[in-house]
């Protein structure tokens, strides 16, 4: 019987995670996970301590990261499951979309401002560890704020059902394109980033392809295969039945490796529950593992 593999999984090594990779290395073992992978964002700053904690727990820990990147005007989330965390390649790639991303959050930061927000870069910065602030970081620091000053215009966000998914409804509200605080994004090039992949010894995995600011058509997946994609996201708490099935379809199409991954990162996203994909069996890893170049 294969056993159970949770694929995309966040720490608190990424701006927008809560638990340890102690504590999340406990989870898995307490699910009986045979394998996970931490996926932080833009940082492989888990590693190695991750290994050391999966090796003691018997739990087969995948080294990974999770680099925002950008395909035509859209933010796509590249997985690079099987990275080779030390090489000089990822810390250059980690480089690169850090000072990018700081751009874009500062000026988030300044049109919230604007906006008439009491909010500051020295908040933000604080709050948001070693790595630079992804959109829902920065709304899950005002909110705090404004909710400990019972601030009026945000009311909506606190009450009832809102409160546990207030990062992201401000963010659709205040960061996509057309909002208020809407920002240029300003990540690497996904394309560029397949290109440098193989010197990486991690296997391009399409994060989400369905998640609302992807939509990721088979027609990209398509054009990202032929440039080095080796699997998709298919089992993913951003997927209804029908995406599912969209993309399962599509990656037996295109000889893609069909992954799981819950994307949990504890309590910034309390509704993901940890470990929960049934979907998930060990057959991936071993198909992602014939896949790394």
Not at 18 to 34: C, D, M, R, T
Not at 280 to 290: A, D, F, I, N, T
């Amino acid at each position: 019987m294969q056993g159970q593999v949770d694929l995309h999984i966040h720490s608190n090594k990424s701006s927008d995670g809560s638990l340890s990779p102690f504590h999340i290395v406990q989870l898995a073992s307490e699910k009986k996970l045979e394998a996970i992978s931490i996926t932080d964002h833009d940082t492989v700053a888990a590693y190695p301590q991750a290994l050391e904690f999966g090796e003691e727990a018997g739990v087969e820990v995948i080294p990974g990261i999770e680099l925002t990147t950008l395909y035509g005007d859209r933010e796509f989330h590249l997985l690079l499951p099987f990275v080779s965390w030390k090489k000089k390649i990822i810390f250059k790639l980690i480089n690169k979309a850090s000072k990018k991303r700081i751009i874009e959050a500062k000026e988030r930061v300044r049109k919230l401002q604007d906006i008439g927000f009491d909010i500051s870069w020295k908040e933000i910065a604080k709050d948001s560890k070693s790595t630079p602030p992804l959109g829902v970081t920065i709304a899950q620091v005002l909110l705090r704020k404004a909710e400990r000053k019972k601030t009026p215009v945000l009311k909506k966000y606190f009450e009832g059902a809102s409160r546990d998914f207030a990062p992201y409804l401000f963010y659709e509200d205040y960061f996509v394109k057309g909002k208020p605080a809407w920002v240029p994004k300003q990540n690497l090039s996904l394309l560029d980033v397949l290109r440098v992949a193989p010197e990486t010894e991690g296997v391009p995995v399409l994060a989400h392809p369905g998640a609302y600011f992807q939509k990721a058509s088979r027609e990209d997946i398509a054009i990202l295969k032929e440039s080095g994609l080796q699997g998709i996201e298919v089992y993913t708490s951003y997927h209804d039945h029908s995406q599912t099935e969209h993309y399962k379809k599509i990656a037996e199409e295109l000889d893609l490796v069909p992954i799981a991954g819950s994307d949990f990162h504890g309590k910034i996203k309390p509704h993901i529950p940890f470990g929960n994909l049934r979907e998930g069996q060990y057959w991936m890893v071993e198909e992602l593992r014939k896949r790394r170049k």
